[in-house]
T-cell receptor
Framework: GAGVSQSPSNKVTEKGKDVELRCDPI?????LYWYRQRLGQGLEFLIY????????KSGLPSDRFSAERTGESVSTLTIQRTQQEDSAVYLC??????????????FGAGSRLTVL | GESVGLHLPTLSVQEGDNSIINCAYS??????FIWYKQESGKGPQFIID?????DKRQGQRVTVLLNKTVKHLSLQIAATQPGDSAVYFC??????????????FGQGTILTVHP
C-alpha cells in the first residue's frame, strides 16, 4: 500500500486479556519501529526491527510485551495480561534502513488501546 | 536510555511571528538530526533533516540549525500559521552498532499558534 497500515484502529479490552496489534509497513521498507504514546506525552520507543538483524528490544517495558516481524513485512505487537497502564496509542513506523533514507519514518495512524 | 515524554514543554506564539523550537542532544556520534511534526490525532511526519557535518539547512518556511559545540538543535518556523500548531519532536540517527539507522526521539515541544 501507499502508507503504513495499523489495525485495529481502536481496541477496548478488559484487564488481564491479551491483545495483538498489527502493522503493515510500506513495501521495501526494511526498518520497522513500534512506539507507545500516552495521552499528551512523547514517543516511548518499544522495539526496532532492521532487515534480518536481531531486533532491538531494549524499549519493551516488561515481559508481557513482545513483537514479531515476518521477514520484511507484517509485524505484530502482543501485550499479554493487559494492565490499565498499558492504555495508550501504539504507533508503528517504517523506513528505509540506512543512510538519509533512514531519517524519514512513515508512521501509521496508530492503534488506540484502552484497558478497562 | 530512550526519551519518555512527561509534561511536554510548550511554546505559544502569535500568527505571523517566527517560532524557534529547541532540542538538546547527547550523542556526538549521530549522523543526522531530524525534526518531526505531530498534529492532533495523527502520527508524526518528517519535516526536515540535517547532516552532522552541516550547521544550517533551509526548507520551505523552516530552518534547522545545528550547534555541535553545545549539542543543540533548533527548528525555526517563519511566519507561523495556525496550521503549524502541533507537537514537534527532534530525533537523532545514530550510527554504528547493532541498531544502525535507528532513530531516537527527543521529548517533544507543543507549539500553539494564536490567530
Amino acid at each position: 500500500g501507499a502508507g503504513v497500515s495499523q489495525s485495529p484502529s481502536n481496541k477496548v479490552t478488559e484487564k488481564g486479556k491479551d491483545v495483538e496489534l498489527r502493522c503493515d509497513p510500506i513495501s521495501g521498507h526494511t526498518a520497522l519501529y513500534w512506539y507507545r504514546q500516552r495521552l499528551g506525552q512523547g514517543l516511548e520507543f518499544l522495539i526496532y526491527f532492521q532487515g534480518n538483524s536481531a531486533p532491538d528490544k531494549s524499549g519493551l517495558p516488561s515481559d508481557r510485551f513482545s513483537a514479531e516481524r515476518t521477514g520484511e513485512s507484517v509485524s505484530t505487537l502482543t501485550i499479554q495480561r493487559t494492565q490499565q497502564e498499558d492504555s495508550a496509542v501504539y504507533l508503528c513506523a517504517s523506513s528505509l534502513q540506512a543512510g538519509a533514507g533512514a531519517n524519514v519514518l512513515t508512521f501509521g495512524a496508530g492503534s488506540r488501546l484502552t484497558v478497562l | 536510555g530512550e526519551s519518555v515524554g512527561l509534561h511536554l514543554p510548550t511554546l505559544s506564539v502569535q500568527e505571523g511571528d517566527n517560532s524557534i523550537i529547541n532540542c538538546a542532544y547527547s550523542n556526538s556520534a549521530s549522523d543526522y538530526f531530524i525534526w518531526y511534526k505531530q498534529e492532533s490525532g495523527k502520527g508524526p511526519q518528517f519535516i526536515i533533516d540535517i547532516r552532522s557535518n552541516m550547521d544550517k539547512r533551509q526548507g520551505q518556511r523552516v530552518t534547522v540549525l545545528l550547534n555541535k559545540t553545545v549539542k543543540h538543535l533548533s527548528l525555526q518556523i517563519a511566519a507561523t500559521q495556525p496550521g503549524d500548531s502541533a507537537v514537534y519532536f527532534c530525533a537523532e540517527n545514530r550510527a554504528g552498532g547493532t541498531s544502525y539507522g535507528k532513530l531516537t526521539f527527543g521529548q517533544g515541544t507543543i507549539l500553539t499558534v494564536h490567530p
